[in-house]
C-alpha cells in the first residue's frame, strides 16, 4: 500500500507514519511510479504550468500526483489531435536540444537533480533492504535444491527495468559478475534500449553479454501472417522465444538454463497466475525463476534507485514499459508517446497497418487504426488464405497405406521432416523415386513405417508395418507434411525442442546427434507449424 507524507511531498511505501518526520500518513494508490524530468516537461506544457520543480508521480494509466494532488492527463484524447501533438513537439524540442545525447547518457546521474527522488530513497530505505534480503534468500535457497549438475545459471536481459534489477540481484546474491546475460533481440527494441544495453555491457565488462535475433524480417512476416495483436501473438514465438532458445543452445548441448526473468505479478492478469519458479516454460531446456515477481512497480523503482543503476532512457521518457515499440499491448499513453518523441518509426508503422485494413475491407480503416481496434484483431482477415487440408487418397494395394499429393516440389529436405520419428534407412533410389525405412520410436518392433517419395509427381506413399495406433500415426505424419508445406523458416520450432535440435537458420534441420525422437516437436502447434495454425483460423 503506498501513503502520501504531506510535510516531505513524497510517497512512502507500506507505513502509516513517515520515517523521515514522523508525520501521519494518508493512503493514494495501491502502486505508484516516480515520474522523470523529460516526462514532466511534456506534462508541463500539456497543462500549461510549469512543475518540472514538482514531486510529481503516477498512480497508472492518465493519472498523477502533484505535490500531492490528483491530477490527470488524458493522452487519449490527445493522441488523436495531429495539430496539437505537434505543438507540444515543436515546444518540448525547442527546450530540449541535446535530446539525443539525453537519452544515451547514464539515467540514474541524469534525473538525480529531483529532490524529492533522493527523499523517497531516505525514507524508503528500510523497505528495500527488507525486500532485497527477502529476495537474495530465494535466489540462494532455489540454487541450493536444484540437484542439476549441468545447470548454468542466466539472466534473460530485455532492457527493462525489471530485468535491470534482477539482474544485479543475481550477481550481488552469487557474488559473481560472470553470470551469462541473453538478450533476445527481437529486431523492434527501443533505440533507447540498445543504447542502455551498450552502457551496460561497458559498465560491466566482466558479465558475459549473449545476443541472438531472428533472421526473419518482421515487416515481411507481417504480409504472412498479419499485424501481431492481443490474440495473434505470433511474434513474441518467432522474435522473442526462439531468440531466447537459440542463446540458451549456444550454452551447451546437454545443459539446462536457470533463468532469472524480471516477470511480476502485478504486470497483467496472466501473469499474476504465475509460480514464482517454473520448471518447464515455452522453452523447453529451461527452468524459470522469478526473483521480484511479488514486488510492485514502485518497490522496483526504488530499488534502481537506491542501487543508483543506470536504466533505460525510455523511462526517463514517460513510457511504462520498453518491449518492441510497435506492440499490441501498447497503451494509449505509449502510443502517445511514440507518436511524440519517435514520430518517424510511428508514421512507418502507422502505413503499415492502414494497409493491412485497406485489404480487409475495413470500410472505418482509420478509426481502426487510431483507436487500436487492431490490437484486438484475430483470424485471417485481409490475409490470403492457404488450404492447410491434404491431397490424399486411400492405396489400392494396402488397406492401411496413403498417398499424398504435394504441391511443394519436393526434395531430399522432406526427409528432415521424418526424423522425429526414428532412424531412417534408404533402402531404394533412383532418378524418379526413392524407398526409405522408419523405425518408429513408439514401438521395438523394428521398421515401423516405409515412405516412397515420387520426386517427380510431387507424391509420397507411406506403408505403415507395426503400427498400433494408425489414426494417431497418420496424425502426425500430415502434421510433418504440412510443415514442410508451409515451412518458411521462421524459427518457431527452434525453441521446441528439449535437447536443442531443431534449427531452422537456413531451412528446417534435425541433428540426429541431439534428437532423442521425443515427438514433442511435431503437435506443438495445431495441425503441425505456427503457420498452419494461423491458416487453419475460420475466423
Known sequence: MIYWCKKCNIPIIDRNKCSLCGSELKKISNDIRPVFVEEKKVISIILQRDITEASVWNKGSIHYIIDGENVDVNYVDLFSNDDLIKIIREKYFKYTTNFDELINCNQFDYVMNDKYLSKFIMANEEHIKRLEYESQNYIKELVNSIEKKDIISTVSFSGGKDSTVVSN?????????????????????FDTTYNYIERFKEENKFTPFIISSSEQNFFDLCKEFGPPSRVERWCCTIFKTSAISENINLLGDSGFSLSFLGIRALESLQRSNYEKTRYSSKISRQIVSMPIYEWATIEVWLYILYKKLDFNAAYTLGFERVGCWCCPNNSSRSDFLMKLFFEKKYNYWHDILISYAKKANIKDYDVYVNEGYWKSRRGLRGLQKKNTNLKKKECNLNDKARIYFIEKPLDDSFIEFLKPFGSINIIFEDE????????????????????????????????????????????????????????????????ICPYGAINTVNGYHIDETKCKNCLKCIAKFIGGCLRVQIHKSKI
Open 169 to 189: 540481484l543475481v550477481r550481488e546474491t552469487y557474488g559473481n559478475q560472470q553470470i551469462f546475460h541473453l538478450f533476445g533481440d527481437t529486431t523492434l527494441e
Open 432 to 495: 524418379e523415386y526413392s524407398i526409405y525405412e522408419i523405425n518408429y520410436k513408439s514401438s521395438n518392433k523394428g521398421v515401423m513405417f516405409k515412405i516412397y517419395i515420387y520426386l517427380e509427381s510431387n507424391t509420397l506413399k507411406v506403408i505403415p508395418v507395426n503400427i498400433k495406433d494408425i489414426v494417431l500415426f497418420y496424425k502426425r505424419i500430415e502434421c510433418q507434411i504440412r510443415k514442410y508445406e508451409f515451412c518458411i523458416s521462421c524459427m518457431a520450432c527452434d525453441s
